[in-house]
Nanobody, 123 residues
């Protein structure tokens, strides 16, 4: 079983900063990638940023130069530093962890989601 737990959401004024954390735990060999997604009311979930185990990152155009994703492989944890926040960043932010499961035979991967954390940016 794989658990993903996020923390760090909250209410902030426009222009402010927040840092989200996400930790994956459970029975798996390693985390191959982790990412942050968000869903605003009435909108579809969208990718915010991802990071793979080698350190390569990917960002949505809307958050480039404002958000930074980083990871701690030893702790199976990923962080999202969000600066210069805008009201349009308001959403539920969810963390995803793609892990390689234990066991023999061909490699098996599993995608686990956290419950999400609310980020609200006031104007």
């Amino acid at each position: 079983q794989v658990q993903v737990v996020e923390s760090g959401g909250g209410l902030v004024q426009a222009g402010g900063s927040l840092r989200l954390s996400c930790a994956a735990s459970g029975s798996f060999l390693y985390v191959s990638a982790m990412g942050w997604y968000r869903q605003a009311p009435g909108k579809q979930r969208e990718l915010v940023a991802t990071i793979i185990s080698g350190g390569s990152t990917n960002y949505a155009d809307s958050v480039k130069d404002r958000f930074t994703i980083s990871g701690d492989n030893a702790k199976n944890t990923v962080y999202l530093q969000m600066n210069s926040l805008k009201p349009e960043d308001t959403a539920v932010y969810s963390c995803n962890a793609n892990v390689r499961l234990t066991g023999s035979g061909p490699p098996k991967f599993y995608s686990a989601w956290g419950q999400g954390t609310q980020v609200t940016v006031s104007s």
